[in-house]
């Protein structure tokens, strides 16, 4: 199998398992929207999961895999399988102990890790509420850290399938916690001020982690891991990895101190009560998308840039960041064009139930038009940082992403304060897809000077064409939705309906010019949805 063959078939397993993970992420997140709304409770809910969550995605995108793979990747070519193992067990270890330090450490001042949120005040959050869930959910991120390793671990050996479904069963156990016959006898045991379904979510995202976690060590075992106590800092594979996570992680941390930042200021009184509730399903929306295809090419990708640069092969590596980035953009920019139209449509259909409100609906399709517009940026992050941890320079995604932080932040305050009555919930929204495109543009002209082209003038020819097919879709969609009488339809099962049919033609319209204007990614895409052939599949080394 040829190394784009290799990379779609991978990606097409990691998108196929991502999409299942992403619909039960959004019956999650459904069930969170219908029994909390964007109540108070439900900003203290999301307040107490923003520090584990950032965790786990400064470990589980990018920080582990980025300095582990490469290094592992030379103990399996240069080294004895036993070895090799031994040197995985050791980071297992090590990483076990220092996420105990953090998660205990995380409850302990669990008072003084929700008051950073309250910066610029926070008249409307349920404090002490926020506080007693943070002690409950914070623990997660021992699991979710070590979960992150194995998947590491099994993405080396190019396993992408089961690592991608341990999402689908953390939340499985989300949505069990979320049901009546489970949160309600949990309520009754509860002290009566914390007497909310928030509090048997949260118990839901811990047990979910610890199985994510559980789902992966038969895996490991069955390859050769043993689980034997080895805590050992001073190896020399260890140190290189530490050398090498310390920059990515703290780089990956200034990425997520985005998240952490807008929800400072969407805590401000200056915004609507329930702007962080909004911001984060809108961000969850985006996600659907970024997630189920830039996470899984993303993910691919990754190993076989590590083997090129192994190998000497730069000019194949950047042969494969050029063909990621067109086949994402592909998909990334009508996706943020159809999420742009129909944003209002689609958050009503996904989350107007029960406690969720049309005022809510109001709120977080406000902030998804911003959101989309950094959806194509956000997608090309992902796919140029690996190509960089891949040459082992973990140093100058950190110095972008500390750029890319202070322009954020100071985005964030002129947004704020001199446009909020005409942004209303959606400055930080903004204010991320503008430090995007910034982190995006800065990496690619670094790369490129150091490195030499990298396929730009081919990524722009085609994305020229892709722009004239979505301008097309946009015009189709804007007309659909103007005459469809979609705001006059009260029944939900016609909105979804009505909401399908504008999202199949509209999809249809785009591949069928795509097609006329001979878009070469369209094959390419096409290529993921097939099936390879057994002994080509065995030569790639790709296993489910």
């Known amino acids: 199998m040829t190394v784009k063959g290799q990379i779609l078939k991978s990606a097409s397993l990691i998108a196929l398992v991502t999409v299942i993970s992403r619909i039960f992420g959004y019956l999650r997140d459904q069930r969170v929207a219908l029994l909390l709304g964007t109540s108070p409770a439900a900003d203290a809910f999301i307040l107490a999961f923003r520090f584990p969550n950032m965790i786990r995605r400064m470990t589980g995108e990018g920080a582990l895999g980025a300095s582990f793979i490469p290094v592992f990747t030379g103990y399996l070519r240069g080294q004895t399988r036993a070895e090799a193992w031994e040197f995985a067990q050791k980071i297992f270890w090590d990483m076990a102990a220092i996420l105990a330090v953090v998660a205990v450490l995380g409850c302990v001042f669990s008072k003084q890790v929700i008051g950073i949120f309250t910066l610029l005040g926070a008249s409307s959050l349920h404090w002490d509420l926020a506080i007693f869930l943070n002690r409950i959910i914070f623990p997660c991120v021992f699991f979710m850290g070590l979960a992150a390793l194995a998947a590491a671990i099994l993405n080396s050996f190019h396993v992408f399938g089961l690592p991608a479904s341990t999402s689908v069963l953390f939340n499985l156990v989300f949505i069990v916690f979320s049901l009546g016959v489970v949160y309600k006898p949990i309520l009754r045991l509860a002290p009566e001020a914390y007497r909310t379904p928030a509090l048997a979510l949260a118990l839901g995202v811990l047990l979910g982690s610890a199985l994510q976690l559980a789902m992966q060590i038969p895996a490991l075992r069955n390859r050769g891991m043993r689980f034997r106590p080895d805590v050992s800092f001073q190896d020399p594979g260890v140190r290189k990895v530490g050398k090498l996570m310390a920059p990515v992680f703290f780089g990956m941390g200034i990425f997520q101190v985005n998240a952490l930042v807008d929800t400072i200021f969407a805590l401000s009184p200056r915004m609507p009560i329930g702007s962080v509730t909004s911001l984060y399903i809108a961000d969850r929306v985006m996600e659907l998308v970024l997630g189920a295809y830039a996470m899984a090419l993303s993910t691919a990708i990754f190993p ?3 083997q090129q640069v192994a190998d000497g092969k730069f000019d194949e590596m950047k042969r494969t960041f050029e063909f990621a980035v067109r086949v994402v953009s592909f998909i990334t920019i009508p996706a943020s064009v159809g999420l742009i139209l129909l944003r209002v449509p689609i958050t009503k259909v996904l989350f107007q139930h029960g406690n969720f409100l049309s005022k809510s609906t109001a709120l977080t399709a406000h902030a998804l038009l911003y959101y989309s517009l950094g959806l194509p940026a956000f997608a090309a992050i992902k796919l140029i940082t690996p190509m960089y941890y891949s040459t082992h320079d973990t140093m100058t995604p950190t110095r972008v992403g500390v750029y890319s932080l202070g322009l954020h932040i100071a985005l964030n305050v002129i947004l704020l304060f001199a446009f909020s009555r005409y942004l209303w919930n959606a400055s930080p929204a903004l204010a991320s897809s503008l430090a995007a495109y910034f982190n995006f543009a800065l990496l690619f002209y670094i790369f490129r000077g150091r490195y030499g082209a990298l396929g730009a003038r081919a990524m722009v020819a085609s994305i020229a064409k892709m722009g004239i097919c979505a301008a097309v879709m946009a ?47 369209l094959p390419e895409l096409f290529l993921m949805l097939r099936r390879a052939e057994p002994g080509a599949v ?4 790709i296993e489910v």
């Open 304 to 306: 076989t840039m590590a």
């Open 538 to 541: 065995s030569a790639g080394g």
């Open 475 to 521: 015009g189709a969609c804007f007309a659909a939705l103007r005459f469809s009488g979609f705001a006059n339809i009260e029944r939900v099962l016609s909105q979804a309906g009505l909401l399908a049919a504008m999202i199949v033609g509209s999809v249809a319209i785009y591949f069928g010019l795509a097609w006329i204007l001979r878009c070469e990614e």
